[in-house]
């Protein structure tokens, strides 16, 4: 087993790190303080993004992105998440890779732009009375003189603000199943502009200033057959490729604001004095250093084996789920304990500390809250006792 960076790797972290730090860092306060990302600004440092090479970078390289292997797509996702997320997200977007189960016909009119950078997506399964149970969501889709006719609320939808079109999952069915019935889902393209298709500013959010989020209406939303992303009432199937990888996404990407947040508690703490001496030589300051960083190690160890074994093909949901819950909750951990370094000086936002505190928080609930992870943790350790 190799632990170290080969040297693509390595210039890959040194290249995204020295975008960050250039292109990144100088905006984050016009955003964090205004909690809008303006879309000049967006184009702006888009295009720088596109001429270094780091735009759409998670795609393979055959459709125009990077054709990173996912330990190395990882590092890259732990550099971009050091700075503002509405900022990394945007400028830097990662087109979601359930884009590449579309046909050719979809692949062209939806992934090519969002790679060139011409537009964004947004996925759309969560609804208000359907969150961690997606299955049990109320927006439908119906078949009617050869079309799918659709009818619901979405809402919490990140960036259908900006997005072109949406992907959109709704329920097309019932089956049985030995517990019982079960939703049969199957996942659309919707264009903005669609008739019976309307994007309403959705709530503010504590987390990711200027990453806005959507409620999405459907109202006899009327779609040809085409606009199908994969097969009927297999959405879920289309999903599920999406979502292990964003899981491994939220846990790269917080270890970033970790290691951030991290690098500012060590140097205060070899700076800072107080009863006449630097507080890094209190052991009530030095052993919270010295946990911090060994909960980042172990988080970061648990993401790229995830990583690594992902390519290899014999990544399992536990092993994505533990990735992702020690990610997040570590992150919660070190925000929390840097701005205990800090004093009064954390909770100001001179620094990045209040805001990787407040961001930290929303890891734990999206792409599956830390107690749905637990439950696919635990319900693995017991179904292999038969338990
Ligand atoms: C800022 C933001 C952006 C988002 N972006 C998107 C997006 O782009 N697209 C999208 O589709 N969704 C998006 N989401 C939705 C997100 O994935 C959900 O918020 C998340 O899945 C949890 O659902 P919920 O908020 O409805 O909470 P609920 O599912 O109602 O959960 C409430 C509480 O009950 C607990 N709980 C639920 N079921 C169980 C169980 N079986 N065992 C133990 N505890 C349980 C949860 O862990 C949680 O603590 C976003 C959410 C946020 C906050």
């Not at 979809?106 to 969002?114: D, S, T």
């Not at 359907?130 to 003189?145: Q, Y």
């Not at 991290?262 to 205060?268: S, V």
């Amino acid at each position: 087993m190799n632990f170290g960076l080969s040297e693509e790797q390595a210039l890959i972290v040194e290249t995204t790190r020295a975008f960050v730090e250039n292109e990144l860092y100088p905006h984050e306060q016009t955003v964090e303080r205004s909690g809008h990302l303006p879309m000049e600004l967006i184009r702006e440092v888009q295009k720088k993004a596109i001429a270094a090479g780091l735009y759409a970078a998670n795609m393979p390289a055959e459709v125009g992105g990077a054709g990173l292997d996912t330990p190395t797509w990882l590092l890259y996702e732990k550099e971009l998440g050091r700075a503002n997320y509405a900022l990394h997200w945007t400028c830097v977007a990662r087109p979601s890779n359930i884009l590449l189960a579309g046909t050719d016909a979809q692949k062209k009119k939806y992934l090519y732009p969002c790679i060139r950078g011409e537009t964004w997506d947004c996925l759309a399964m969560t609804e208000p009375g359907a969150g961690s149970d997606l299955r049990g969501m109320k927006a439908s889709a119906v078949e009617k003189g050869g079309d799918w006719v659709l009818n619901g609320t979405k809402h919490f939808i990140s960036h259908a603000d900006i997005a072109g079109f949406a992907i959109v999952f709704m329920a097309t069915g019932e089956e049985e199943t030995p517990r019982g019935k079960r939703k049969k889902i199957t996942a659309f393209f919707v264009d903005k502009g669609t008739p019976g298709f309307t994007v309403r500013d959705g709530y503010r959010n504590v987390s990711h200033r200027g990453y806005t989020n959507s409620v999405l209406e459907f109202d006899d939303c009327r779609l040809p057959k085409d606009q199908v992303l994969g097969e009927v009432h297999r959405g879920f199937e289309v999903a599920n490729s999406w979502l292990g990888a964003t899981r491994l996404q939220v846990g790269a990407t917080c270890l970033g604001r970790a290691d951030r947040a991290l690098a500012h508690a060590i140097d205060y703490a070899a700076q800072r004095e107080q009863f006449g001496q630097r507080i890094g030589k209190f052991q009530g300051v030095s052993f919270k250093l010295a946990d911090m960083a060994t909960e980042l190690k172990a988080a970061e160890l648990m993401v790229m084996e995830a990583g690594w074994k992902y390519d290899a093909g014999t990544v399992t949901d536990q092993d994505m789920a533990m990735a992702k819950l020690k990610a997040t909750e570590m992150l919660a951990f070190v925000a929390d304990e840097a701005i205990q370094i800090h004093g009064g000086m954390g909770l100001m936002d001179d620094l990045p500390l209040e805001r990787i505190w407040r961001d930290a928080r929303v890891e734990r609930i999206w792409e599956g809250t830390s107690e749905i992870q637990r439950h696919i943790i635990s319900r693995a350790l017991l179904r292999a006792v038969g338990g």
